[in-house]
T-cell receptor, first 110, second 114 residues
């Protein structure tokens, strides 16, 4: 059974700092891995989707990497801004639909 | 496109009552999903559908029922509501499963059972 873990559970950084969010999964037989952003009281917004054969995907200040062999993915946020404050969830897709981690709650302090 | 829409946004139920959470997508997606999110937790899959007339259980299906009579709609039915069903419910859809077909989420329904 796939299990997804995100560390840390919460993170507070000053504005302008580069940061890394971590995601690990137990079953490396995944099809893809997806990173989402969730604002308080809102739904999920897809940020990046990485196919299992890919190593990374980039969108603006965001870069997501995937290492299937070690069961890890990271989300790198460059030059963080207060508007980046949200909960970030990763989810792995394999033989069953997406399995989610519990998320990392990010606060960027101005 | 409106994307994925859910109604109602909020609902309070008494124990034992029933209700239907509505979900509609206008993107002609084949796959639709229902998740629940408890405080401080990730999302857990309740049911999903790969097309009209086809549904399958997810990780936490007990206490829920679904149907998929059209491509656009995927309602979730709660029978005999229990306090353990207090949660935020999200509907999602995707054209197909897997890369590059990402899932799109609705805004959620916040349900309280007292």
């Amino acid at each position: 059974k796939q299990e997804v873990t995100q560390i840390p559970a919460a993170l507070s950084v000053p504005e302008g700092e580069n940061l890394v969010l971590n995601c690990s999964f137990t079953d490396s037989a995944i099809y893809n891995l997806q990173w989402f952003r969730q604002d308080p009281g809102k739904g999920l917004t897809s940020l990046l989707l990485i196919q299992s054969s890919q190593r990374e995907q980039t969108s603006g200040r965001l870069n997501a990497s995937l290492d299937k062999s070690s069961g890890r993915s990271t989300l790198y946020i460059a030059a963080s801004q207060p508007g980046d404050s949200a909960t970030y969830l990763c989810a792995a897709s394999g033989n069953t639909p997406l399995v989610f981690g519990k998320g990392t709650r990010l606060s960027v302090i101005a | 496109n409106a994307g994925v829409t859910q109604t109602p946004k909020f609902r309070i139920l008494k124990i034992g009552q029933s209700m239907t959470l509505q979900c509609t997508q206008d993107m002609n997606h084949n796959y639709m999903y229902w998740y629940r999110q408890d405080p401080g937790m990730g999302l857990k899959l309740i049911y999903y559908s790969v097309g009209a007339g086809i549904t399958d259980k997810g990780e936490v299906p007990n206490g829920y029922n679904v149907s998929r009579s059209t491509t656009e709609d995927f309602p979730l039915r709660l029978e005999l509501a229990a306090p353990s069903q207090t949660s935020v419910y999200f509907c999602a859809s995707s054209y197909l499963a897997g890369y590059p077909y990402e899932q799109y989420f609705g805004p959620g329904t916040r349900l309280t059972v007292t």
